[in-house]
C-alpha cells in the first residue's frame, strides 16, 4: 500500500517539476505594459522575485527584525544605487520595477544566445512596507572599448526589447569579455510600439567602442533608416512569450 502511494506521490511530482520550470523561465508582460511603480504592491514583487534565504536573513538582521527601515542602514554610492556595508557584493536600490526588466532582458538574452551580454541577477529583500532591489555587483568592470561582436549583440538585444537606456553610465564593459546591463527600470525600455529601430540604435552611439564596432553601428542605423519601418513583430513575439 505504501509502495503504491509512492508511485502516486513521485508521478504527481512529474508533471508539477516541468510546470515549476515553465514559470520560472516566463516573463511576466505585464510588468513591461507597467509605465507607473505604483501599479504593482510590493507584495507582488516580493512573491515574483524573492531573494535566496540568506540574503533575506542578513538583510533582516540588519533592520533588526522590522525595527529599522533599509533606507537608514543603506548608504548612497552613484545615482540611485545604495550599498549596505556589512552585506558586501550587493547594490540596494528602491524601485522594484528594476527586477521585472532585468528579466525581460536576461529572457531574450538566453533565447538569443547573446554569449557576450550580462545582466546580474536581482532579488527583492525587506517586508511589504519596505521592499528593496538588491543587485547583484559586477566587480571585474574594466575600461575597455567595446567591440563589433559586442556591439552587435547589444543591437540585436536593444532591437527586441526596447531598451533604450543604453548610456556609459549603465552598460559596463568587464574584464571576461562580457558587456554588464545594470540599469533595467521598465522606464528605461521605449513603450511605444511606433519607435522606429534606428533611433533605438542612436542611443548606443554615446557608449565608447573600436572604429570597426562604431563603423558596424553607423552601418546598422542607415540601413533601419532606410527600411524606415517599425520592428512591430518582435516586438509582438516579446509580448506573446
Ligand atoms: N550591479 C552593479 N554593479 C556595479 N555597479 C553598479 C551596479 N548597480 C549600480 N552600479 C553603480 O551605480 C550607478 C547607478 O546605478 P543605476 O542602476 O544605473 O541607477 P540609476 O537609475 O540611478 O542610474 C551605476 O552607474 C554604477 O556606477
Ligand atoms: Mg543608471
Redesign the pocket.
Known amino acids: 500500500m505504501k509502495k503504491l502511494l509512492n508511485i502516486f506521490l513521485f508521478a504527481l511530482c512529474i508533471p508539477l517539476t516541468f510546470i515549476q520550470a515553465e514559470d520560472q523561465r516566463s516573463i511576466d508582460v505585464r510588468a513591461l505594459y507597467c509605465t507607473s511603480r505604483s501599479e504593482y504592491p510590493a507584495q507582488y514583487y516580493l512573491d515574483t522575485y524573492p531573494a535566496p534565504a540568506e540574503l533575506q536573513q542578513m538583510v533582516q538582521l540588519e533592520t533588526f527584525f522590522g525595527q529599522k527601515k533599509i533606507a537608514e542602514i543603506a548608504h548612497r ?5 545604495y550599498t549596505i556595508h556589512t552585506i558586501p557584493g550587493f ?1 540596494f ?1 528602491p524601485e522594484l520595477d ?1 527586477v521585472a526588466g532585468a528579466q525581460i532582458l536576461q529572457h531574450i538574452i538566453e533565447q538569443e544566445g547573446y554569449n557576450l551580454l550580462f545582466v ?1 541577477q536581482k532579488y527583492i529583500v525587506g517586508s511589504n512596507n519596505d521592499a528593496w532591489v538588491a ?4 566587480r571585474n ?1 574594466c575600461e575597455q572599448p567595446l567591440n563589433k561582436l559586442q556591439i552587435q549583440q547589444l543591437c540585436g538585444l536593444v532591437k527586441k526589447s526596447y531598451f533604450i537606456d543604453t548610456h556609459a ?2 552598460i ?1 564593459p568587464m574584464a571576461d569579455g562580457r558587456v ?1 546591463l ?2 533595467t ?1 521598465l522606464d528605461g525600455f521605449a513603450h511605444d510600439k511606433k519607435v522606429r529601430i534606428d533611433g533605438l540604435f542612436r542611443m548606443l552611439c554615446s557608449l565608447t567602442m573600436t572604429s570597426e564596432a562604431r563603423t558596424f553601428l553607423m552601418q546598422e542605423i542607415e540601413r533601419e533608416r532606410f527600411r524606415n519601418n517599425y520592428d512591430a513583430h518582435s516586438f509582438e513575439k516579446l509580448h506573446i512569450a
Do not use: T
Open positions: 554610492e552613484h545615482g540611485r544605487a547594490y536600490k528594476r546580474p543587485a547583484q555587483m559586477v568592470i553610465g549603465n559596463l554588464a545594470i540599469d527600470e
